[in-house]
């Protein structure tokens, strides 16, 4: 079984930035899909961009312009690069295997002054 894990979350002003990223352990994941999600209390876990193995991405129209995702690898690690942030980006952040339904334990990003 994979293990995944994320790092780089934190507390940011808004227009700041932050990068998340998830390292993948157990296996390769260099030819899967692997996708950002992210989830309020309270609310429905909603995804928010995806990468798939020969590099396309897709984007959520409320993140789209302002965070990119892409991938190392070598490192077999995916990353999740966010810009412009805003007070309603607020979340706990999940990487996701989509080939293997693996999920990481997430990373909380607060966007607040």
């Known amino acids: 079984q994979v293990q995944l894990v994320e790092s780089g979350g934190g507390l940011v002003q808004p227009g700041g930035s932050l990068r998340l990223s998830c390292t993948a352990s157990g296996d390769s994941t260099s030819t899967n899909t692997m996708g950002w999600y992210r989830q309020v209390v309270g609310k429905q876990r909603e995804r928010v961009a995806f990468i798939t193995g020969d590099g396309t991405t897709n984007y959520a129209d409320s993140v789209k312009g302002r965070f990119t995702t892409s991938r190392d690898s070598a490192k077999n690690t995916v990353y999740l690069q966010m810009n412009s942030l805003k007070p309603e980006d607020t979340a706990v952040y999940y990487c996701?295997?989509?080939?293997?339904?693996?999920w990481g334990q997430g990373t909380q990003v607060t966007v607040s002054s």
């Open positions: 996701r295997d989509l080939t293997r339904d693996d």
